[in-house]
Nanobody, 120 residues
Framework: QVQLVESGGGLVQAGGSLRLSCAAS????????MGWFRQAPGKERELVSD????????YYTDSVKGRFTISRDNAKNTVYLQMNSLKPEDTAVYYC?????????????WGEGTLVTVSS
């Protein structure tokens, strides 16, 4: 069992930055690929970014490429999402996810989410 707790969300002006963190419980964190999803009001949940178990492989959806960076620290059981040049359309609840394969294939564990609001 893996429990995921997100933090770092909040209100920011367009063009600003936020860093999301996701702390994972358990001793097997490094066995999982990790991802960040988001769900905006009235929209389906979408994958934003994914990182392999050792950090050597990453994925970004097109709308965030060049602005967001995913990273992980296996010693701290934590995955991060650095979000720069934020836009109002980035407003959403952001969810951390863990997968035994890759999060774009399927998710085994979800966090509760953290709200990011970008004002124009």
């Amino acid at each position: 069992q893996v429990q995921l707790v997100e933090s770092g969300g909040g209100l920011v002006q367009a063009g600003g930055s936020l860093r999301l963190s996701c702390a994972a419980s358990g001793r097997t964190f490094s066995s999982y690929a990790m991802g960040w999803f988001r769900q905006a009001p009235g929209k389906e949940r979408e994958l934003v970014s994914d990182i392999g178990w050792n950090g050597g492989s990453t994925y970004y959806t097109d709308s965030v490429k060049g602005r967001f960076t995913i990273s992980r620290d296996n010693a701290k059981n934590t995955v991060y999402l650095q979000m720069n040049s934020l836009k109002p359309e980035d407003t959403a609840v952001y969810y951390c996810a863990a997968s035994i394969t890759r999060t774009y294939y399927g998710v085994n564990y979800w966090g509760e989410g953290t709200l990011v609001t970008v004002s124009s």
